[in-house]
């Protein structure tokens, strides 16, 4: 019995506590910016890294305060822990391959405000952006371009930037596998297939740095649009829809307290977009409303939730 007052005495020995007893988290900085703390260093508090626009705070753009006065950790998306976070560059994937053409300037990645012009050799003609802009949140502006000689049962595939093709041709059955390069993640189909009608299967696809925070608006757009309108007549994708028929479609947002205002606030105005885009689309009166569902798990806490709170003030 006598040791374990000794381990109790060492436990404490270790630990940050504020004027009250209360545990309290080690003072917090990021290489190349600043932050702001939601409650300062006691348990709760949500620290938000700061960074000077043309950067983005890495690996994450916030930390939360525990209850055993440590910040929630920092991963590298392949090596171990980071101690200190850092306000990296926001980039643009650079492109790998354009067949049937040529493009400058060639770079693995490309800081922002960077220009990539395209040009189609003798033959071909060039469909989509021959100029393409690196925008602030790290994409490229207009669509990816591709040289077509209007031989093919379908048009040429375009490669996008940070992406490697493999296999070739845009005859009826042909099939084209994207692979982005390291560090990049893909978004959209990895694979693709000419078919009858002349489409290609399933979705543009397109590579996105990891380390970069995108816009996410555009992003929700780019996956939900396809998915619910394909150009492509995939019947395994299509919603055939008779006259007075309705379609429910639901939007599961997260308030729990781990989504910081901001984060939720993001998600919560794509969601506005999205429906006001839909309605557009489709050019018809849709009623939608918010509702609120029961937790699937209740468990206990005496926390804020803060996406829980500004759900509530809309």
Same mark, same amino acid.
């Given at each position: ?30 290489? @190349?910016?600043?932050?702001? +703390?939601?409650?300062?260093?006691? /348990? &709760?508090? !949500?620290? =938000? ?100 000689? @209007?031989?093919?049962?379908? +048009?040429?595939?375009?490669?996008? /930037? &940070?992406? !490697?093709? =493999? ?114 689309? !489709? ?32």
């Amino acid at each position: 019995h006598g040791l374990i007052p000794f381990f109790c005495l060492a436990a404490i020995a270790t630990q940050s506590l504020g004027h009250d007893g209360t545990p309290s988290c080690p003072r917090a900085s990021i290489q @190349g910016g600043d932050i702001s +703390l939601s409650n300062g260093y006691y /348990p &709760g508090s !949500i620290l =938000t890294f700061v960074c000077p626009a043309g950067t983005y705070p890495y690996p994450t753009p916030s930390r939360v305060c525990q209850p055993d006065g440590k910040w929630t950790p920092m991963h590298h998306p392949i090596t171990k822990a980071l101690k200190k976070g850092t306000c990296d560059h926001i980039r643009c994937p650079g492109q790998i391959s354009f067949e049937n053409g040529f493009f400058i300037p060639r770079r693995t990645f490309h800081p922002i405000g960077d220009i990539l012009s395209f040009q189609c050799s003798d033959g071909y003609q060039l469909l989509g952006s021959s100029q393409r802009y690196c925008q602030p949140n790290g994409q490229w502006n207009g669509t990816s371009p591709v040289c077509d000689d @209007g031989v093919g049962h379908c +048009l040429t595939l375009a490669v996008p /930037p &940070g992406a !490697i093709a =493999t296999g070739k041709g845009n005859r009826l059955g042909d099939q084209i596998s994207f692979k982005c390069q390291t560090n990049l993640e893909l978004i959209g189909s990895s694979q693709r297939v000419c078919m009858l009608d002349g489409e290609w299967s399933d979705t543009q696809p397109s590579c996105r740095d990891q380390r970069n925070v995108y816009e996410l608006t555009p992003l929700l757009w780019e996956i939900t649009v396809p998915f619910f309108f394909p150009s492509a007549p995939s019947l395994g994708r299509r919603l055939i829809l008779t006259k007075d028929s309705f379609l429910y479609v639901y939007f599961l947002l997260d308030a729990s307290h781990s989504v910081t205002e901001p984060n939720f606030s993001i998600f919560k105005d794509a969601v506005s977009q999205i429906i006001i885009r839909v309605i557009n689309y !489709i050019g018809l009166l849709i009623d939608w409303s918010i509702c609120r569902l029961p937790p699937l798990v209740n468990i206990p806490s005496t926390r804020d939730q803060t996406g829980k709170k500004i759900l509530q003030e809309t």
